[in-house]
């Protein structure tokens, strides 16, 4: 039976689907293992992201799948979960002093100020908070 890709979920896809579609083994692996670290997309550019991945594949397979986040778990930066702020791609590098600095400041915004991060990284990180 052939996968009708205009109705899969870019998180749902198995690694199964993405061969069909023509990825290699190992971006497909890539992209399923990024998948998993993130908690699941939360936009569709971010299947960019996932090293290995062909790029004009991945343009058509973003083009054609579609993409259901309503299940990506998402945090603020005073309840996240330490484990999951040390392994998210996109905290993990910034998970101690996010830690540290919650102890003594309640005001997020404070905490994004003492952390300096560049903006482009601090895009990333809203995308799992809410």
């Given at each position: ?5 205009s109705s899969?979920?870019l998180?749902?896809?198995?690694h199964?689907q993405l061969?069909?579609f023509?990825?290699?083994k190992k971006?497909a ?68 002093k ?5 102890l ?8 994004w ?18």
């Amino acid at each position: 039976v052939k996968t009708n890709f205009s109705s899969i979920d870019l998180n749902q896809i198995t690694h199964e689907q993405l061969l069909e579609f023509g990825f290699e083994k190992k971006a497909a692996s890539s992209f399923i293992g990024f998948r998993n670290k993130l908690g699941g997309f939360v936009n569709k550019n971010q299947i960019y992201e996932s090293f290995d991945i062909d790029r004009d594949l991945a343009e058509k397979l973003n083009k054609t799948a579609l993409l259901n986040n309503k299940n990506v778990a998402k945090y603020s930066l005073m309840d996240a979960p330490e484990s999951w702020l040390k392994t998210h791609p996109y905290f993990r590098y910034s998970a101690d002093k996010i830690i540290y600095y919650r102890l003594s400041n309640s005001n997020e915004e404070k905490i994004w100020k003492m952390m300096n991060i560049k903006p482009e990284y601090v895009a990333k990180m809203k995308l799992y908070l809410k």
